[in-house]
């Protein structure tokens, strides 16, 4: 599987942007797909989980602001990100695989459990 991420840039507090993933194929190996942000020297953070069936899920920091969401047609996984804080200053990954539990409505999966990643696109956003 082959995702390739883009959409990422510099903004001001308050401002929107929107990430787009665009994947290889839509099979097994992508039905849970995944945003996840890293800022150099901390863990890897899961921020949005998309399940098969359409199930999302988010970390509580961008609950209300952050919208996953899948094209099926076009195979492209986006993130709508709107009021954004400089605390959301991060490079941000999509992931996709078979993920045995990818389902519920608060549970995203870590990053163990992807083995498909893209290269990453950052965002910065500032004060």
């Known amino acids: 599987v082959q995702l390739g991420e883009s959409g990422g840039g510099s903004v001001q507090a308050g401002g929107s942007l929107r990430l787009s993933c665009a994947a290889s194929?839509?099979?097994?190996?992508?039905?849970?797909m995944a945003w996840f942000r890293q800022v150099p020297g901390k863990e890897r953070e899961g921020v949005a989980k998309i399940n098969w069936d359409g199930t999302t899920a988010y970390t509580d920091s961008v609950k209300g602001r952050f919208t996953i969401s899948r094209d099926k047609v076009t195979y492209t996984l986006y993130l709508q990100m709107d009021d954004l804080k400089p605390e959301d200053t991060a490079m941000y990954y999509c992931?996709?695989?078979?993920?045995?539990?990818?389902?519920?409505?608060?549970?995203?999966?870590?990053?163990?459990?992807?083995?498909?990643w893209g290269q990453g696109t950052q965002v910065t956003v500032s004060s």
């Open positions: 992931a996709a695989d078979r993920v045995t539990v990818c389902g519920g409505l608060v549970y995203i999966p870590p990053s163990s459990d992807f083995a498909f």
């Open positions: 194929e839509y099979t097994q190996r992508t039905r849970c």
